[in-house]
Structures are given as structure tokens and as C-alpha cells.
């Protein structure tokens, strides 16, 4: 039986004391993931009273299984379930929920799904090549000649914000409001949340659609051409998109558009400074480039944790599950599992044994994932490029946001 301060695993009954907000953990996860790897990847996670699973292709199977839907409340009631009712003081939030298409499943989610992924695929996003590098230039431009900076704020928060927001239409001054409501809004889905961070994101999901009903409005009279014009004037077998769903599907691009990307940017710096990499080596062509990128991923996963209900009693690893049960998909420990990936702990870019779950699988597969591994394509090398002799100037630390993976701050320097 393992025993740390925050770990607790007992391989018999599979019966495992998980406290994600203990910093020794949130810190470093890895060393605890190979651990329950090891001993027992599926297992009854006593804090959270369900099961979670960790290995590869149980994961990698749930997440392309039909019994289980990130959604169950189009099959049956809350009364059924035994679910509580939803608080009056998250029903902003709530509503902005109501429609995203995490919050939907099949048929709801592949009319909505359709309606958005053309935009989404890479021989499109692929366009937006000379628009980040300008951006990033542009930014890098602005503290090159410093010699240090808390890459962040300056950059890692910029980047995906921006382009984001222009693929669906919004301003690039709304870039700082963007962040906050963001921020405030993902503070929902954190352990261990309190009343603060519940009102602070439902004041967030006010805003944020009060504020994309403006923009809807002014897009119906003047469409432009824009991801948000596209939505309100595309149909899908008769249908036009609602004005809830139109809010929902917004915020969702938005909070989900950046916040993993910005975790990943700097964390995947750290993981490359860290580990002594040279940059030359990593960065030396696309292909090396792309692998640098998904070992990075696989390492370091910004989202670890996604949550599936059980749609049809079943049975997985051994483990009897029952109609409306709710079960926990550690992407993050899935990329580290010895029986997929060999030396799973260690940086090594040019391993080939295939896709890690990062991005994760079936129909709810990132629709990000193209956009989001070109920016990190094009900014990684491009920061070590620019910045010579890039190295840590503190120590950074991880953030207390489980179940989002991503540091504080990140202070850089390099010779100016
Ligand atoms: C490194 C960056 C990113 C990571 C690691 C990431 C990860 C993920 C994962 C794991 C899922 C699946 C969740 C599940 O199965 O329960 C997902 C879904 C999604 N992501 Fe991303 N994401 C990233 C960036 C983006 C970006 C840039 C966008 C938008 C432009 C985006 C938009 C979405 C949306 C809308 C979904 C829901 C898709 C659906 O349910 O059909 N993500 N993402």
C-alpha cells in the first residue's frame, strides 16, 4: 500500500484517497498518476465517491463508448437520477452551460457540432499561419530587448485570446475582458470550488452573454465574415441555431479556445527548459517540431480530468457500473501508462507509439485540437528562436486549479 500525505492507494479493494487540492500533488502529478498506474488504474476515488480510470485503453475506449455521455439529463429527469436542483445562484452560469456542445449529445450534438467544425478543420485554421506569427512577433518585439519577462502575462494569455476572438468575430480590445470573465467563468469546474468562485462565475456567465447578445444582434443586421455571422446565418436540415444555443456555443469557443492553450504554452517552455533540451535539435524542422509539440502534450496535459455519465449499466475494468453513475477519465495519467508508452516519464520527443489523449477522443474530440497545435507549432519555436539563451529565471509554480494543469507565472530571461 502506497501512503503519502495526499495519497492513499489500497490495490486490494482498488479503494483510493486522491486530495488534488494538496499542493505536493498539483505540483507534480505525474510521479502520483505512475503510481496508481502501477497499482491500480481503475480505482474508487473515496474524496470524490466515484471511479476513475487511468489506463490508456480504458480511457481511450470510454471516451469513444456510446453507454457513456458527457450529458444525461436528455434521457432521464433529476428526480430519477436522485440529482440536486440547480442554485438560484448559478443559473447564469447554468444557462451558458445549457448548450455547449460538452453539455450536449447526439442528435442535439452533431446538428450543433456541424454547424461550427467547418471552421474548425486545419486546411482552414491553416490560413491564420501569418496572423499568429505577426502577433507573436509583434508581442516577442515588445520585450526582446529586456532580457526577462513573465511570459504569461506578456504572451501565453495573448496569443490564443486574440485569435480566438477574431475567428468568431470580436474586437481585439475585448482581449483583457475576454481574460477576466474567462478566468472567473473556468473557476466553476475547480475541486473543491467555494461560494465565492460559484457567484464570480456566474457573474462572469452574465456578462459574457449579455455582452455576445450585443454582438448577435449587431451580426444579424450586418453579417461579417466571421465564425459568429456563419453560426447565425448557416442552417443544418431547416434549422438556424438559437439565440441560446448561439451564446452557449460562444462562450464555450472562447473559454475553451484559450484557457488549455495558455496552460500549454507555458508549461511546454518549463518542460523544454527543464529537461535541457536544445532547442536547435527540437525545433530543427516541422516534423521534429510537431513531435516536440505532442510529447509536450503527452507530459503535460493543461485539461487532466473529464467526467462521462453511464448511460446504460455495464461493466468496465472489472467494475460494475449502474445506470446514471458518474465516472472520472484521467487523460493526463492515461498519456503516462508503461503499456503504451515506453519510459513514460521521460521527455522524449522522438518517441513514435502513437496519439496521446490530451486533445481526448470520439465525438467530443477537441474541435480546437487543429488551431490549438498550430499555435503551439508556430510560438514554441519562434520564443526560443527570438530569445537566446532562453532559460528559467525563478522557479515556477502550478496553479491550485485542478483540473486544469498550468503555472502561476513563468519568468524567463536571455541574453538581450
Ligand atoms: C492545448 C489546447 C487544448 C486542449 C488540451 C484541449 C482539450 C480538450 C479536450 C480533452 C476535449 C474533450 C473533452 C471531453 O471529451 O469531455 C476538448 C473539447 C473541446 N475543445 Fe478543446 N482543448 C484545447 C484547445 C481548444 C481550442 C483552441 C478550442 C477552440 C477553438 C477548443 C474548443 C473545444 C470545444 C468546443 C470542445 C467540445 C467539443 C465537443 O464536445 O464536441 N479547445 N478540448
Not at 475585448?174 to 470573465?181: A, E, R, S, V
Not at 460562444?250 to 484559450?258: D, K, M
Not at 485539461?303 to 468496465?316: S, T
Not at 480546437?368 to 530569445?387: C, D, I, K, T
Request: glycine share 6%.
Amino acid at each position: 500500500m502506497t501512503d503519502l500525505s495526499f495519497l492513499r492507494i489500497d490495490p486490494i479493494s482498488r479503494h483510493v484517497s486522491l486530495d488534488v487540492r494538496s499542493p505536493e500533488f498539483y505540483q507534480n502529478p505525474n510521479p502520483a498518476y505512475a503510481a496508481l498506474l502501477a497499482q491500480t488504474p481503475s480505482f474508487y476515488w473515496e474524496q470524490q465517491e466515484q471511479w476513475v480510470f487511468c489506463g490508456y485503453d480504458t480511457v481511450n475506449g470510454l471516451l469513444r463508448d456510446k453507454r457513456f455521455g458527457r450529458q444525461i439529463l436528455h434521457i432521464a429527469s433529476r428526480e430519477e437520477l436522485g440529482m440536486a436542483e440547480p442554485s438560484p445562484h448559478t443559473r447564469h452560469f447554468d444557462a451558458a452551460e445549457r448548450y455547449t456542445l460538452l453539455s450536449l449529445e447526439p442528435p442535439e450534438h452533431t446538428r450543433l457540432r456541424t454547424l461550427v467544425n467547418r471552421a474548425f478543420v486545419s486546411r482552414h485554421v491553416e490560413k491564420m499561419t501569418p496572423e499568429i506569427m505577426a502577433l507573436a512577433n509583434r508581442l516577442i518585439d515588445g520585450f526582446a530587448a529586456d532580457g526577462a519577462v513573465e511570459l504569461l502575462s506578456r504572451f501565453a494569455e495573448i496569443v490564443p485570446v486574440t485569435m480566438i476572438a477574431r475567428m468568431i468575430g470580436i474586437p481585439d480590445e475585448m482581449g483583457p475582458q475576454l481574460l477576466q470573465w474567462s478566468h472567473d467563468y473556468v473557476g466553476m469546474y475547480m475541486y473543491k470550488r467555494n461560494r465565492a468562485d460559484e457567484e464570480a462565475a456566474d457573474r462572469a456567465a452574465r456578462e459574457f452573454a449579455d455582452y455576445v447578445r450585443t454582438i448577435i444582434a449587431e451580426r444579424r443586421i450586418a453579417p461579417q465574415d466571421d465564425l459568429l455571422s456563419h453560426m447565425i446565418h448557416t442552417e443544418h436540415k431547416g434549422q438556424f441555431l438559437t439565440e441560446d444555443e448561439l451564446i452557449s456555443t460562444t462562450i464555450v469557443l472562447l473559454n475553451a479556445g484559450h484557457e488549455a492553450t495558455v496552460h500549454q504554452i507555458g508549461t511546454s517552455v518549463r518542460l523544454i527548459l527543464e529537461n535541457g533540451l536544445d532547442p536547435l535539435v527540437l525545433f530543427a524542422s516541422e516534423e521534429t517540431t510537431e513531435r516536440t509539440v505532442e510529447e509536450c502534450l503527452r507530459l503535460s496535459a493543461p485539461v487532466h480530468i473529464f467526467q462521462r455519465y453511464c448511460l446504460e449499466a455495464c461493466e468496465v475494468d472489472g467494475v460494475a457500473l449502474k445506470f446514471g453513475d458518474t465516472i472520472n477519465l484521467v487523460l493526463a495519467a492515461a498519456n503516462l501508462d508503461p503499456a503504451k508508452f515506453q519510459d513514460p516519464l521521460r521527455f522524449k520527443p522522438e518517441r513514435n507509439e502513437g496519439a496521446n489523449l490530451s486533445f481526448g477522443a470520439g465525438i467530443h474530440f477537441c474541435i480546437g485540437a487543429p488551431l490549438a497545435r498550430l499555435e503551439l507549432n508556430l510560438v514554441l519555436p519562434l520564443l526560443f528562436q527570438r530569445l537566446p539563451g532562453l532559460k528559467l529565471a525563478a522557479s515556477p509554480k502550478v496553479k491550485d486549479i485542478y483540473h486544469f494543469h498550468g503555472l502561476e507565472r513563468l519568468d524567463l530571461q536571455w541574453q538581450a
